[in-house]
């Protein structure tokens, strides 16, 4: 059974950084892992992918070179490291896994979504 579940979300102020990370258990498969976020009134959008090997990632431009996606594959656990965050950052922020090895910024392409968490950046 697919479980995804994200945590790390909060309360940040503009310039601050958050850490959230996705224990994501997809038995017997090579899944590609990416990150997405949702604001009120928009729709849910990619922001980063991570290959099953760790070795390839992906960048929506506006958290390029501020958000860093990583895979600890013993721990079954991909992080998404968030620097330099904007109020723009705003949004609920869902995990999301399909099976596959390579990098995937296509949100439909995405099978199995965790719940989401909340992180809320104030200027």
């Known amino acids: 059974q697919v479980h995804l579940a994200e945590s790390g979300g909060g309360l940040v102020q503009a310039g601050d950084s958050l850490r959230l990370s996705c224990a994501a258990s997809?038995?017997?498969?090579?899944?590609?892992t990416g990150w997405f976020r949702q604001a009120p009134g928009k729709e849910r959008e990619f922001v980063a992918t991570?290959?099953?090997?760790?070795?390839?990632?992906y960048y929506a431009d506006s958290v390029k070179g501020r958000f860093t996606i990583s895979r600890d594959s013993a721990k079954n656990t991909v992080g998404l490291q968030m620097d330099s965050l904007k109020p723009q950052d705003t949004a609920v922020y869902y995990c999301?896994?399909?099976?596959?090895?390579?990098?995937?910024?296509?949100?439909?392409?995405?099978?199995?979504w965790g719940q989401g968490t909340q992180v809320t950046v104030s200027s």
């Open positions: 999301a896994a399909r099976p596959g090895s390579g990098v995937v910024t296509y949100r439909d392409a995405y099978q199995y």
């Open positions: 991570i290959s099953w090997s760790g070795g390839n990632t």
């Open positions: 997809v038995p017997g498969r090579t899944f590609t």
